[in-house]
């Protein structure tokens, strides 16, 4: 995978970030979700690198990126404190403006950086999420049941830390092989390192931090931003599987057009996993959405 990318790490904060960088053009970074690593763009990276400079990292507490230790607060895995970390990752490779391309808990990275650091980010394209704060305030039986590790990861240490760290390789498997279509849209090699990933010491704290993070620090964010009358002020594509659980629980483009000006979206014919069960249908929407460049409407 990424045979013409080459791999970066660098330093936040203590905090190693890890991800891979190629191509030629505008600059488009890839943020991706749980329990994932930035593996999951393997299909659709080298077609958009014949157009854009694209760097993805992992998260930190995912892939080989750092797993800083837990505080009381949450607050370094708050998506504040992630998003610092990609814009950084961005920055030490001399880009101040970008697009963001982002799926799961990726996506709500790219909400909080589009959110914090307007001027930095240009454009960007969320998969497969409705906004974090309403996904827990209209909360139903079906979407607890069918996103039931939100409700476990979150629950005091050390309980389901210890619970993962028991079978880690189990739980992957679990979570990615319960949705629409099981195992079979992984490419042997990306299962692989998803399962090698979540084995690394201190990933299960990692990931259970990230969930309670989004469940307290995070949300008094978006709740002051909403009471501050603030919205996303870039062009905002969100994109869902039509065979998902978020569209089916939630008014997507309705509830984005709460929290952002300019709103466009719909369905691919897939799950939850749309970079790797739809990769074309994929690159269909992305190319001319970040194409569209802002400034004078120049492509790169």
Not at 52 to 66: C, E, P, Q
Not at 81 to 109: I, N, P, T
Not at 150 to 155: D, G, K, P, R, V
Request: with cysteine; hydrophobic share 45%.
């Amino acid at each position: 995978m990424f045979t013409s990318f080459s791999s970066f790490d660098l330093s936040r904060d203590g905090v190693r970030l890890h991800g891979r960088i190629g191509g030629r053009g505008a600059p488009l970074l890839l943020l991706h979700g749980h329990p994932q690593t930035h593996a999951i763009w393997h299909r659709t990276a080298p077609a958009l690198a014949e157009h854009f400079t694209v760097i993805a990292i992992d998260l930190r507490g995912y892939g080989d990126s750092g797993r800083p230790a837990a505080d009381a607060q949450h607050l370094r895995y708050s998506k504040r404190e992630m998003a610092l970390d990609a814009l950084a990752a961005m920055q030490h490779h001399g880009f101040d403006r970008f697009g963001v391309l982002a799926h799961d808990r990726g996506a709500r990275v790219a909400h909080r950086l589009a959110a914090d650091h307007p001027s930095a980010v240009e454009r960007l394209m969320l998969l497969d999420i409705a906004p974090t704060l309403a996904m827990y305030e209209n909360t139903t039986q079906a979407f607890a049941r069918a996103y039931w590790h939100w409700f476990f990861l979150i629950q005091p240490p050390p309980l389901p830390e210890a619970l993962i760290d028991v079978d880690p390789v189990r739980y992957v498997r679990s979570v990615m092989g319960g949705r629409h279509a099981g195992l079979a849209p992984f490419a042997p090699e990306a299962l692989a390192e998803y399962e090698r990933c979540i084995a690394i010491e201190g990933t299960a704290q990692a990931v259970c931090e990230d969930y309670r993070a989004s469940a307290s620090i995070d949300l008094e964010h978006d709740r002051a931003e909403i009471a501050a009358g603030r919205k996303l002020v870039q062009p905002l594509r969100v994109l869902w599987g039509e065979h998902g659980v978020v569209g089916r629980c939630f008014d997507v483009l309705a509830l984005w057009r709460e929290r952002a000006l300019e709103v466009s979206g719909g369905t691919l014919p897939c799950g939850h996993y749309i970079p790797e069960e739809a990769p074309s249908e994929l690159l269909a929407e992305a190319l001319p959405f970040f194409l569209q460049r802002t400034d004078q409407g120049q492509r790169p």
